[in-house]
């Protein structure tokens, strides 16, 4: 079982914790091109008023995988902007991979009472794939998310074009100019059954 929690802030210990997992998933990642995270300093409003940042940290319960410890197993970083649309960034630890540990936390986080998805207001939730990660694949079934976008990533020597993968001509044009096909960018959008006021009598 793990433990998730909404943090205001990290500690010190914590957050060293939680780079060193972002600076190690991220060097394992690399090949594949796969996502990494941004960590917020805190629960806290956008400079321009314009998005509140939330932060959840997902921990092992004591003797889980005869472990004694409660290591950090996942982050999530949710950006929710004043209409309810919400952009998360989330990371689970490479060796707690594929465990279903990123569904049980938004399922845990999704109990806490509040306007929209666990009490943080959103109504909306879009997140980016890079690489078209399959685990992230395997979540946006579970919860039902959609497609909303997907880009290829095209290279050609050192440089990168990125192309929506609708736009069929600008595919095949770069690809006549010597552009090979990376990986593919995938924007899934979970939208949230919030319960809904009974209407005044």
């Known amino acids: 079982m793990i ?17 060193e997992m972002i600076a190690e998933a991220a060097a394992y990642d ?5 996502s990494t995270v941004e960590p ?12 509140e940042v939330f932060q959840a940290v997902a921990r092992l319960n004591p003797g889980m995988h005869g472990s004694p410890d409660t290591p950090l197993v996942a ?16 990371l689970v630890h490479r060796d707690y991979r ?16 509040g306007d929209g998805w666990a009490g943080t207001g959103a109504v909306s939730i879009s997140g980016w794939a890079r690489g078209g990660h399959p685990a992230a694949e395997r979540m946006a079934r579970r919860l039902g998310a959609q497609v909303e976008r997907s880009t ?27 552009f090979v096909h990376e990986h593919t960018d995938v924007c899934y959008v979970w939208r949230i059954q919030v319960p809904q006021a009974p209407a005044a009598p």
Do not use: H, N
């Open 3 to 19: 433990t998730v929690e909404f943090r205001a802030e990290l500690g010190p210990e914590e957050r060293a914790e939680l780079d």
């Open 30 to 34: 690399a090949e594949a091109g796969f």
């Open 40 to 51: 917020a300093g805190g629960a806290e409003r956008d400079a321009d008023g314009g998005s």
């Open 75 to 90: 982050f999530l970083r949710l950006d929710v902007d004043r209409a309810g649309g919400a952009v998360a960034q989330l």
């Open 98 to 113: 594929s465990l279903g540990i990123g569904t049980l936390m938004l399922e845990l986080l999704s109990e806490r009472d």
């Open 152 to 178: 290829f990533k095209l290279m050609r020597g050192d440089e990168v074009r990125l192309v929506e993968a609708a736009d069929e001509a600008s595919v095949l044009m770069a690809r006549s100019e010597g």
